[in-house]
């Protein structure tokens, strides 16, 4: 089971000041599989966001994946 590190509200409400900001994600797809990438935060909805990475790709992730640590956003300065 993982453990809950951050709390919704105050998962959505980072994420929704990071919309349109450049951001490194550190992403835990499971079975020892860790992707990293550089994205730009597109669009925030209430139940989950949406991405764009470097290579045009649209992806969608829930707030409770960062919740429970299996993303980890970081802004790019």
Known sequence: MRKIVYGLDEVKLKISNMKGQDVKMKINRGRKKIEFLTATIKDVY???????TQDEKL????YFDVMCG??????QN
């Open 46 to 52: 209430p139940s989950v966001f949406t991405i764009k």
């Open 70 to 75: 299996n993303i980890v956003l970081n802004e």
């Open 59 to 62: 992806q969608t992730f829930s």
